[in-house]
Nanobody, 123 residues
Framework: QVQLVESGGGSVQAGGSLRLSCAAS????????MGWSRQASGKEREGVAS???????RYADSVKGRFTISKDNAKNTLDLQMNSLKPEDTAIYYC?????????????????WGQGTQVTVSS
């Protein structure tokens, strides 16, 4: 049974930083495409960052240079370091995995998501 459990959300002022973590279980962690998506109130869910089985990374243009995705294959954890946060980053952030893919070729097309964690950035 696939489980993805996020932690680390919260409230911060613009310009601040937060680090999200995701504890994963129930599948072969190191060999699957993983990532983070977010959904702001009234908007569709969008991909933020992904990391493939070879640790190749991809970022949405809106977060490039500010967010860093990383994973620890020994601990089965996925992190998202978010710096220089802006009010428009306010959203529920979801840890995600694509059980069908190693290389993230689907461009933020994930098969499973965690329950989400709220990030609120005030101006």
């Amino acid at each position: 049974q696939v489980q993805l459990v996020e932690s680390g959300g919260g409230s911060v002022q613009a310009g601040g930083s937060l680090r999200l973590s995701c504890a994963a279980s129930g599948y072969s962690f190191s060999s699957r495409c993983m990532g983070w998506s977010r959904q702001a109130s009234g908007k569709e869910r969008e991909g933020v960052a992904s990391i493939n089985g070879g640790s190749g990374v991809r970022y949405a243009d809106s977060v490039k240079g500010r967010f860093t995705i990383s994973k620890d294959n020994a601990k089965n954890t996925l992190d998202l370091q978010m710096n220089s946060l802006k009010p428009e980053d306010t959203a529920i952030y979801y840890c995600a995995v694509d059980l069908r893919s190693w290389d993230c070729s689907g461009a933020y097309s994930f098969s499973n998501w965690g329950q989400g964690t709220q990030v609120t950035v005030s101006s």
